[in-house]
């Protein structure tokens, strides 16, 4: 067999088993994005997978608008800003990710019901395009990651990774085995932890981990007070606040996270244990049918001008509407 002189070129590097270049996130809403952005700012190549060239240009101008608020707050400087964006890449074609070392998928759906097949669909695109040694991940919080990854023919490389918002803020990370999940694959997402300033705290496998187990029961017992008429939304905030050291009251939180996202959480909790804890408030429901889903359409539980919350003044039964 001939051989080439470029095969020993100096200039020609293998890349380190084990070692992380680039990761893929596929479905890049508000937690894609803000797990992109820590990624990138951490050296890290970024490929995200979206629906359309529409969303994607959208993705881009809403990460480079939350970039330029950090920067304004003397967060962030221009140039980190130009590197960031620079190692960020959006497609619809799953062949952008084959390279990747690690995959998380962030998809956050409006479907009724668990997003469990549509999770499975997309491990299964993932499988078929990445190299054999990478890993596959999931940052839903309510699904068993066994469940999801039972599809796939190499079920050892995947697990859960349930990021926190702010990701930039949130020095923690759930981690979470599946029945599968072989020694190699925790300890590649360990190196990952570490690049990214995260500690990976690993949780056995249960629906909810521990923190949305814990938020949901919080959220809805606080529906259960307003509906009562025990106290107002801005009070049930006020009063968590003062005597628990919470940053945000459970309104607060819910309109942060969205209504729309913490029905469905409530909703596959309850559907996993059927415990009445988890069961929806009707409020809940009412303000998701209503489209009033928090922040980012600029009401739920409060009213959003930019980044000023305003407490609603209007009746719990016509949803703070006066």
Known sequence: MSERLEDFSLGKTTQPKGSIQKVGVIGCGAMGQEISVLLSHSGIEIAFIDISDERIESVMKRIER??????????????????????INGSTNYETIKDCDIVIETVNTKRKGTSLELRQDIFKK??????PEAVITSNTAT???SEIASVLQTPERAMGLHFFSPVEKIKVIEAVRSLYTSD?????????????????????????NVST???????????????????????????????????????????KIGVDKVLKWMENLYAEFGESKYKPSPILKRMVRSNLVGRRVGEGFYLYSGSTRIPKQGSVIRLGRI
Request: charged content about 25%; proline content about 2%.
């Open 66 to 87: 939350q970039l330029d608020i950090r920067i304004s707050k003397w967060g962030l400087t221009h140039s980190e800003k130009k590197l960031i964006l620079s190692r």
């Open 143 to 145: 699904l068993m990651i």
């Open 184 to 208: 190699e694959t925790y300890s590649i997402v360990s190196k990952l932890a570490l690049l990214i300033g995260k500690r990976l705290i690993e949780v056995n496998e249960s629906a909810g």
């Open 213 to 255: 187990r814990m938020l949901v029961p919080l959220i809805n017992e606080a529906c259960e007070l307003l509906m009562e008429g025990v106290a107002t939304v801005a009070d049930i905030d006020l009063i968590m606040k003062e005597t628990s050291g919470l940053q945000l009251g459970p309104f607060e939180m819910a309109d």
């Open 126 to 131: 993932i499988e078929a395009v990445v190299r």
